[in-house]
């Protein structure tokens, strides 16, 4: 039977119209990206020569009955980063300068721009004329919403270089295009030489002090692969206990120098360069743009504003905390000594050991004691239980929608009251073809507007709430032949984080698709997804789902207990930590020269006033910081910080009203969630939180303040 290829169809015939992932072959991802360009340069064609005068709706917020192009790019980039092989990079190296030019030819049309500048300066003057409104010199009758999409389309352009003249603008074409292959390259190298690294045990007394948990997972990682003994990598978790648990100090040192010179020791996958190349590039776009630098141009559309606001945060920060990192190190050092002798030296590949060692001690608390009571299927319950239980919302899984990938399932999401929400998807576990990390994305956002059939066109056609389509990803422990997958504690707040991400995709409620769900300023976007990481702790919340997995028994309260009075252990030092990786992003793109010095010395210096702890020779984060390079955060690493500030305040407001208050949940959905990028961040917040917030409940959250 003729294979036919189901992207070309917008009508996929399966549940809630999700990907067919059962009937896409790898072959079907080119000639429908190919097509799919081509409608879309119909489309603004269309926008672009019509005879009639620009008007808000026949320019900005017209829409194609089909965007095929949004619809395609999104499956395959996704499974690009979750299910990724040789043939896909290969096809995205290929197709990315292609959809690059695309871009850059929409961003650059004149036509398009004028009909867009047309109605801009139409709408804000009739708002001015008209007196105030919703939107300071708008129309009294344009909503908040109408005018953010106009004001994003608008600036849009000129952000894009639509103004500049013809050889500079050929010049950001360039740019472009080779931004769009390196930071594809450098996330490909990451991962190839992320996956080229193996720690192969055969003698069993190289495995003392590591947990058997560490040790029947690495055992599973090997016969996985045909190998004798033991098989340790550099994914999470695999990586994170060997470095806290392992007694033999010579391989957590191998460890870690494998780690932390992943892309940087020569060869094809040596990402040097490639960092050089893409921040100077950035910068000499920024300046081609009008700006001084990267960061001037980046944060102009973030709640931050300014790089001296950024330092401003990272300086409070420091100024609090590094104090408090220095004496954590001191603790765990000279419990060190006491254990190996006064001359022990601390090196970066003994902090976790010995830090774990201090916390037993104190505490008597550690992730191999809590396991049993995280099994991942009672973790999901009690982390959807907790969105119905805040929002009244319920998760069904339906085996009928098609998954990627044998590990993917498939919820409906269903509101509370009954009518349809989104679709989630949850893909938890570490393989060759995935990134590292954790993240949330979406196979479609969700928008409000007129659904065209073949029947039904225009004005004609019914209005219908079209629900999101979310993805949550991530790298947990595994399951082993003998235990399910048992995570930790940090797994927990891992997943709460990223649903968090997902709630705010979820509960989207926008007209339209690029200001919905996730569509913010960037240094808004962790808020929905750090405050749900406070419930981690929370002993009302824990109640709900930790249990045993063999006995059923719940978590004792003394280990609650314990788990509370160590929740700031080492918090000093994780936080000067984060800073140290703000300060190195924005040294990278504060520069108004170009950068030629060597990466390894230019990042030693950046985040030297938050170096707590001697660094290994070779290695270097910056070839490895994918935040920063191939992701969404460069110029705004900052944004973890400045969104932990918020989330502090933010669920000192839940505490006030208990941790459960349905009242504050749906205030935080009504001015938050569902609110995504139509208005500013801070109005946003300021509505839920009726008041600005405060550095304040950060500090005593962890225990700087009293």
Same mark, same amino acid.
């Given at each position: 039977?003729?294979?036919?290829?189901?992207?070309?169809?917008?009508?996929?015939?399966?549940?809630?119209?999700?990907?067919?992932?059962?009937?896409?072959?790898?072959?079907?991802?080119?000639?429908?990206?190919?097509?799919?360009?081509?409608?879309?340069?119909?489309? @603004?064609?269309? @926008?672009?020569?019509?005879?009639?005068?620009?008007?808000?709706?026949?320019?900005?917020?017209?829409?194609?009955?089909?965007?095929?192009?949004?619809?395609?790019?999104?499956?395959?980039?996704?499974?690009?980063?979750?299910?990724?092989?040789?043939?896909?990079?290969?096809?995205?190296?290929?197709?990315?300068?292609?959809?690059?030019?695309?871009?850059?030819?929409?961003?650059?049309?004149?036509?398009?721009?004028?009909?867009?500048?047309?109605?801009?300066? /139409?709408?804000?003057?009739?708002?001015?004329?008209?007196?105030?409104?919703?939107?300071?010199?708008?129309?009294?009758?344009?909503?908040?919403?109408?005018?953010?999409?106009?004001?994003?389309?608008?600036?849009?352009?000129?952000?894009?270089?639509?103004?500049?003249?013809?050889?500079?603008?050929?010049?950001?074409?360039?740019?472009?295009?080779?931004?769009?292959?390196?930071?594809?390259?450098?996330?490909?190298?990451?991962?190839?030489?992320?996956?080229?690294?193996?720690?192969?045990?055969? !003698?069993?007394?190289?495995?003392?002090?590591?947990?058997?948990?560490?040790?029947?997972?690495?055992?599973?990682?090997?016969?996985?692969?045909?190998?004798?003994?033991?098989?340790?990598?550099?994914?999470?978790?695999?990586?994170?206990?060997?470095?806290?648990?392992?007694?033999?100090?010579?391989?957590?040192?191998?460890?870690?120098?494998? /780690?932390?010179?992943?892309?940087?020791?020569?060869?094809?996958?040596?990402?040097?360069? @490639?960092?050089?190349?893409?921040?100077?590039?950035?910068?000499?776009?920024?300046?081609?743009?009008?700006?001084?630098?990267?960061?001037?141009?980046?944060?102009?559309?973030?709640?931050?504003?300014?790089?001296?606001?950024?330092?401003?945060?990272?300086?409070?920060?420091? !100024?609090?905390?590094?104090?408090?990192?220095?004496?954590?190190?001191?603790?765990?050092?000279?419990?060190?000594?006491?254990?190996?002798?006064?001359?022990?030296?601390?090196?970066?590949?003994?902090?976790?050991?010995?830090?774990?060692?201090?916390?037993?001690?104190?505490?008597?608390?550690?992730? #191999?004691?809590?396991?049993?009571?995280?099994?991942?299927?009672?973790?999901?319950?009690?982390?959807?239980?907790?969105?119905?239980?805040?929002?009244?919302?319920?998760?069904?899984?339906?085996?009928?929608?098609?998954?990627?990938?044998? !590990?993917?399932?498939?919820?409906?999401?269903?509101?509370?009251?009954?009518?349809?929400?989104?679709?989630?998807?949850? !893909?938890?576990?570490?393989?060759?073809?995935?990134?590292?990390?954790?993240?949330?994305?979406?196979?479609?956002?969700?928008? @409000?507007?007129?659904?065209?059939?073949? &029947?039904?066109?225009?004005?004609?056609?019914?209005?219908?709430?079209?629900?999101?389509?979310?993805?949550?990803?991530?790298?947990?422990?595994?399951?082993?032949?003998?235990?399910?997958?048992?995570?930790?504690?940090?797994?927990?707040?891992?997943?709460?984080?990223?649903?968090?991400?997902?709630?705010?995709?979820?509960?989207?409620?926008?007209?339209?698709?690029?200001?919905?769900?996730?569509?913010?300023?960037?240094?808004?976007?962790?808020?929905?997804?750090?405050?749900? #990481?406070?419930?981690?702790?929370?002993? &009302?919340?824990?109640?709900?789902?930790?249990?045993?997995?063999?006995?059923?028994?719940?978590?004792?309260?003394?280990?609650?207990?314990?788990?509370?009075?160590?929740?700031?252990?080492?918090?000093?030092?994780?936080?000067?930590?984060?800073?140290?990786?703000?300060?190195?992003?924005?040294?990278?793109?504060?520069?108004?020269?170009?950068?030629?010095?060597?990466?390894?010395?230019?990042?030693?210096?950046?985040? /030297?006033?938050?170096?707590?702890?001697?660094?290994?020779?070779?290695?270097?984060?910056?070839?490895?910081?994918?935040?920063?390079?191939?992701?969404?955060?460069?110029?705004?690493?900052?944004?973890?910080?400045?969104?932990?500030?918020?989330?502090?305040?933010?669920?000192?407001?839940?505490?006030?009203?208990?941790?459960?208050?349905?009242?504050?949940?749906?205030?935080?959905?009504?001015?938050?969630?569902?609110?995504?990028?139509?208005?500013?961040?801070?109005?946003?917040?300021?509505?839920?939180?009726?008041? /600005?917030?405060?550095?304040?409940?950060?500090?005593?959250?962890?225990?700087?303040?009293?």
């Amino acid at each position: 039977m003729e294979h036919i290829n189901p992207l070309f169809n917008k009508d996929y015939g399966t549940p809630h119209n999700t990907p067919p992932f059962d009937r896409i072959r790898f072959e079907d991802y080119e000639p429908a990206i190919m097509e799919a360009l081509e409608r879309d340069k119909a489309f @603004i064609d269309r @926008i672009v020569s019509n005879p009639e005068a620009p008007t808000f709706e026949n320019t900005i917020a017209i829409t194609t009955p089909d965007d095929m192009l949004e619809r395609v790019t999104k499956i395959f980039f996704n499974l690009l980063s979750a299910n990724t092989n040789d043939a896909m990079d290969e096809l995205a190296q290929k197709l990315s300068p292609i959809l690059t030019e695309h871009a850059n030819n929409i961003m650059f049309n004149r036509a398009y721009f004028e009909r867009v500048k047309a109605v801009y300066e /139409k709408e804000f003057a009739a708002g001015e004329e008209a007196g105030s409104s919703q939107v300071e010199g708008v129309k009294p009758e344009r909503k908040a919403e109408d005018m953010m999409l106009l004001r994003n389309a608008y600036e849009g352009f000129l952000r894009a270089g639509v103004a500049l003249p013809e050889d500079q603008q050929k010049r950001l074409r360039e740019l472009n295009m080779q931004l769009s292959l390196l930071t594809l390259q450098f996330s490909q190298n990451v991962l190839k030489d992320t996956n080229a690294y193996e720690l192969r045990i055969t !003698d069993r007394e190289q495995l003392a002090g590591l947990t058997e948990t560490a040790i029947e997972a690495a055992a599973a990682a090997a016969a996985e692969k045909g190998y004798e003994g033991w098989l340790f990598t550099l994914k999470a978790p695999s990586y994170g206990p060997f470095m806290t648990y392992a007694d033999n100090r010579e391989l957590r040192r191998q460890m870690y120098e494998a /780690k932390n010179t992943i892309c940087c020791k020569g060869g094809e996958l040596d990402n040097r360069e @490639i960092v050089r190349q893409i921040v100077n590039l950035r910068m000499e776009r920024a300046q081609l743009l009008g700006y001084k630098s990267y960061a001037d141009y980046v944060l102009v559309h973030r709640m931050a504003e300014t790089s001296e606001h950024v330092y401003d945060l990272q300086n409070q920060l420091l !100024d609090a905390y590094l104090e408090p990192a220095r004496r954590e190190i001191e603790e765990i050092t000279a419990l060190a000594r006491r254990m190996e002798g006064e001359a022990f030296e601390m090196e970066p590949w003994d902090f976790s050991y010995y830090g774990h060692k201090l916390k037993m001690e104190r505490y008597n608390i550690d992730s #191999e004691m809590l396991r049993p009571y995280f099994e991942l299927s009672r973790v999901s319950e009690g982390v959807f239980g907790l969105a119905t239980r805040l929002y009244g919302i319920t998760f069904k899984r339906n085996k009928d929608i098609p998954v990627y990938h044998p !590990d993917v399932e498939a919820y409906e999401v269903i509101d509370a009251d009954g009518s349809f929400l989104a679709v989630l998807f949850t !893909d938890f576990y570490p393989r060759e073809g995935k990134q590292g990390g954790a993240w949330m994305t979406s196979f479609k956002e969700q928008w @409000i507007g007129r659904e065209e059939t073949a &029947e039904l066109k225009g004005d004609a056609a019914p209005m219908v709430n079209s629900r999101p389509h979310v993805s949550l990803v991530m790298n947990f422990t595994k399951p082993t032949p003998t235990k399910p997958a048992l995570l930790t504690l940090g797994e927990v707040e891992t997943f709460l984080h990223e649903f968090g991400h997902a709630l705010h995709g979820m509960f989207a409620n926008t007209r339209y698709a690029s200001l919905s769900g996730t569509n913010v300023y960037w240094d808004f976007v962790e808020l929905p997804s750090q405050l749900m #990481e406070n419930f981690a702790v929370e002993p &009302e919340f824990l109640a709900t789902f930790a249990r045993h997995y063999e006995t059923g028994e719940p978590l004792p309260q003394e280990l609650i207990d314990r788990i509370i009075a160590s929740r700031n252990f080492n918090v000093a030092y994780a936080c000067v930590r984060q800073v140290s990786f703000c300060l190195l992003d924005m040294a990278y793109y504060t520069r108004t020269e170009p950068l030629t010095e060597d990466i390894v010395t230019f990042e030693r210096e950046a985040w /030297k006033a938050a170096t707590l702890l001697p660094e290994s020779e070779g290695a270097c984060m910056s070839v490895q910081f994918s935040h920063i390079m191939s992701g969404g955060y460069a110029a705004g690493y900052y944004s973890y910080k400045w969104a932990e500030v918020l989330d502090a305040d933010a669920f000192a407001v839940f505490k006030r009203a208990g941790i459960f208050d349905r009242a504050t949940a749906q205030r935080f959905r009504d001015e938050v969630l569902s609110r995504g990028g139509t208005e500013h961040p801070s109005v946003l917040y300021e509505r839920f939180r009726q008041g /600005k917030p405060t550095i304040e409940a950060l500090l005593i959250r962890n225990g700087i303040k009293k």
